[in-house]
T-cell receptor, first 112, second 116 residues
Framework: GESVGLHLPTLSVQEGDNSIINCAYS??????FIWYKQESGKGPQFIIDIRSNMDKRQGQRVTVLLNKTVKHLSLQIAATQPGDSAVYFC???????????FGAGTILRVKS | ETGVTQTPRHLVMGMTNKKSLKCEQH?????MYWYKQSAKKPLELMFVYNFKEQTENNSVPSRFSPECPNSSHLFLHLHTLQPEDSALYLC???????????????FGEGSRLTVL
């Protein structure tokens, strides 16, 4: 069946350092992946997405890497800021699918 | 502002009450979703509507009854809930094409439900 999981429930980083949040997925049929950020009291916000025909995609201060061989997804945040403190979720979608399956989430804490 | 508006933001109800959660999207999307977010659990998909038709019911108890009168509005009717149903209920919308999702889901801020 479908499942998305995260390796680390909590990640603490120093302000200015780079952060890496990891995600493992088990459904080899998944072909679209999204990272969301959720701040306290808010709904999940889109950060970046990637389709399975790519292995890397960059945004502003964020990079998503996809390794289909080992079914692994990661989110890299450069020069982490206090405003990056939140829960981060990976989510996956299968070809022809109309829904997202979410992972458990990783808490990112940024220390000033 | 994500273009998805949920009301009420907070709701407290007794187990015998009947209440409804409302969601409206202003993005012109053709699919809408209800997700449940409990503490220490991933977001759980409850229902999916595509062009007003329910395409998924993820084994949700019948005390939760969705309604989608048009592509812009989605309701979740609540009746005889249990305390364990207390959670954040998130609505989302997206655009679905012939090959599936064309982009991300846009989420509302959620309705925080407490069942006493």
């Amino acid at each position: 069946g479908e499942s998305v999981g995260l390796h680390l429930p909590t990640l603490s980083v120093q302000e200015g350092d780079n952060s890496i949040i990891n995600c493992a997925y088990s459904n080899s049929a998944s072909d679209y992946f999204i990272w969301y950020k959720q701040e306290s009291g808010k709904g999940p916000q889109f950060i970046i997405d990637i389709r399975s025909n790519m292995d890397k995609r960059q945004g502003q201060r964020v990079t998503v890497l996809l390794n289909k061989t080992v079914k692994h997804l990661s989110l890299q945040i450069a020069a982490t800021q206090p405003g990056d403190s939140a829960v981060y979720f990976c989510a996956e979608n299968t070809e022809y699918g109309n829904k997202l399956v979410f992972g458990a989430g990783t808490i990112l804490r940024v220390k000033s | 502002e994500t273009g998805v508006t949920q009301t009420p933001r907070h709701l407290v109800m007794g187990m015998t009450n009947k209440k409804s959660l409302k969601c409206e999207q202003h993005l012109g999307h053709n699919a809408m979703y209800w997700y449940k977010q409990s503490a220490k659990k991933p977001l759980e998909l409850m229902f999916v509507y595509n062009f007003k038709e329910q395409t998924e019911n993820n084994s949700v108890p019948s005390r939760f009854s969705p309604e989608c009168p048009n592509s812009s509005h989605l309701f979740l009717h609540l009746h005889t809930l249990q305390p364990e149903d207390s959670a954040l209920y998130l609505c989302a919308s997206s655009q679905v094409g012939v090959a599936g999702l064309t982009g991300e889901l846009f989420f509302g801020e959620g309705s925080r439900l407490t069942v006493l």
